[in-house]
């Protein structure tokens, strides 16, 4: 049965981590996995998910028995009111809903698995480039196109307006548009208020179908609300869409898969029929989510106290990201280093898309044993005070090599 299976390649992303794990020299930096990392370059239980944990572990009682199969209820309206806005229209109208699944990923493939199935959509845009799952998912989820619109120009280093435009109008009608909702990976430059004015215009006009993934809420400014605010305007805009939200990175919870799908609709009659088909999508993936984290995350966004902190916790981390931000651009700069480095400063987010070629990548990974993504991304969570020096330098080395 086995013998015809031809080896994958590996993704990349865990086998540069990998590579790293394995690297014995001393001066090695991981610039590659999207995972917060403190100063001291150590992973960061949030302060206030340790304190909700500890309130769960002494409930007596919670039990484990399954939670339903569209998952928590509290968390999903949580979830929800977080995305949209607890004074969201939607919200008071009963026309946005949650659908708790496995992180962003699960999220993702429950909400391409039923545009596909059961609305019949079969044709997909992702940006240029984009988070690599993205094709992975939408193409086993029964996709049967997945195009690219154009996003990012390589030589201004900043967003194609005019090409993105350009390919939605040519898309097919009733394309299902995937949008990064914040903190676009890899590139870390975002629409401005003006560039989403357009895609709105444009979707609506050729009743396409908006896909939103939101994996990084809170780390593009800092402030959560702030950064939902395109899907926010997309709800106003009177669009029906979904929303895959991850609360992998915002909450420290990569492995507790904790996700919720949000799904806005026009007219709330619609609803019992989509979740009684969400049900039987969920069923046949996971059949029911777990629990541990989605009640963490519920108990925090639902205690003000608890809340308040979780903020606090988001200012740590978008600002050490800032910092460090500044911190390799100002020694690139005082050395000199060929080229321009501004939009290390203008991204958000985790990631900076360098503008390294694949060949210096390779180099940096050689010689100086700085891990990053063939694509020049990296992550600045990977950067600390003691380390940005030693990268700086290594990346002036290999430019100018
Ligand atoms: N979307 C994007 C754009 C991402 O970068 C990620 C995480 N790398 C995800 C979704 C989902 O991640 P997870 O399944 O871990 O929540």
């Known amino acids: ?54 309130r769960l572990a002494a409930d007596d009682t919670l039990n484990h028995e399954y939670l339903p199969v569209l998952g928590f209820e509290p968390f999903c309206n949580a979830a929800r009111d977080l995305v949209l806005g607890a004074d969201s229209l939607a919200i008071q109208e009963g026309r946005a809903f949650g659908v708790q699944c496995l992180s962003g990923t699960g999220s993702l493939r429950a909400g391409a698995e039923f545009l596909s199935r059961l609305l019949g959509l079969k044709t997909a845009y992702v940006s240029d480039p984009t988070w690599g799952n993205h094709n992975l998912i939408f193409k086993n989820s029964g996709f049967e196109a997945v195009n690219k619109y154009h996003y990012w120009d390589s030589t201004k280093r900043q967003i194609n307006i005019d090409g993105l435009i350009a390919d939605l109008e040519a898309a097919p009608e009733k394309s299902v548009i995937i949008l990064h909702g914040c903190a676009h990976n890899p590139t870390g430059m975002d629409p401005t208020r003006e560039q989403w004015h357009k895609i709105a ?77 969400m049900s039987l999508v969920i069923r046949a993936n996971w059949s029911n989510p777990p629990a541990h984290g989605a009640k963490i995350v519920h108990m925090v966004l639902t205690n003000p106290d608890f809340r308040k902190q979780w903020f606090d916790a988001i200012q740590t981390m978008s600002s050490r990201i800032r910092e460090m931000r500044a911190a390799i651009r100002k020694h690139l700069e005082d050395l000199g280093t060929p080229g321009k480095w501004d939009h290390i400063t203008q991204q958000i987010g985790m990631f900076s898309y360098t503008g390294l070629t694949a ?42 090599n």
């Open 1 to 54: 049965f086995f013998s015809e299976v031809t080896e994958a390649q590996p993704i990349e992303v865990f086998y540069m981590n990998k590579l790293y794990l394995d690297e014995t020299d001393s001066r090695k930096v991981n610039l590659t996995i999207g995972a917060y990392r403190t100063e001291e370059g150590k992973p960061w239980v949030l302060p206030v998910v340790h304190e909700a944990e500890k």
């Open 201 to 277: 215009e444009l979707i609506k006009k050729k009743n396409h179908f908006t896909f939103f993934d939101i994996a990084y809420q809170g780390f593009a400014s800092g402030d959560p609300d702030a950064d939902a605010w395109a899907i926010r305007y997309f709800v106003e805009q009177g669009l029906e869409m979904v929303v895959a939200q991850s609360f992998a990175k915002n909450f420290g919870l990569y492995n507790e898969r904790v996700g919720n799908l949000t799904i806005v609709v026009k007219d709330p009659k619609v609803i019992p029929a989509i979740k009684s088909q």
């Open 359 to 400: 060949n210096q990548v390779e180099h940096l990974v050689k010689e100086h044993k700085v891990f990053l993504l063939k694509d020049g991304r990296i992550n600045l969570c990977g950067l600390n005070t003691k380390n940005v020096e030693y990268v700086a330098k290594a990346f002036d080395e290999t430019v100018r």
